[in-house]
């Protein structure tokens, strides 16, 4: 692929104790392709250890523009996800938002 109108961003939080996925990782990442002009999130996955809670990570941030900041999504987590992952999922979405607002912009 060579679009650099897209960009892949990944944010990293410590994940509790006695999760599935802290036996295999330490920390919980969550990674993005953000379209550069608009902010969009085109896609994102994160280290979750079931398919199916990627899968919902995915569904649930796709379409966000970070451009309007990361309330949103924040509030998305907190309304639609309820597990012991949630603090360390906003974190590290947090530290991808982080990440994003040093890009480079692309204005000419």
Known sequence: MNNENIVFIAGHARLPEGMA???????LTVTAEIERQYGVILQCSCTLATDHGR????????????????????????????????????????DLYSQYTTLPTTDS
Request: hydrophobic share 45%.
């Open 21 to 27: 996925a802290q036996s295999m990782f330490q920390t």
């Open 55 to 94: 899968d919902f990570i995915n569904q649930m941030f796709r379409g966000y523009s970070l451009k309007n900041g990361i309330d949103a999504p924040i509030r998305a987590i907190h309304s639609n996800y309820s597990g012991k992952a949630k603090n360390a999922i906003i974190a590290a979405l947090k």
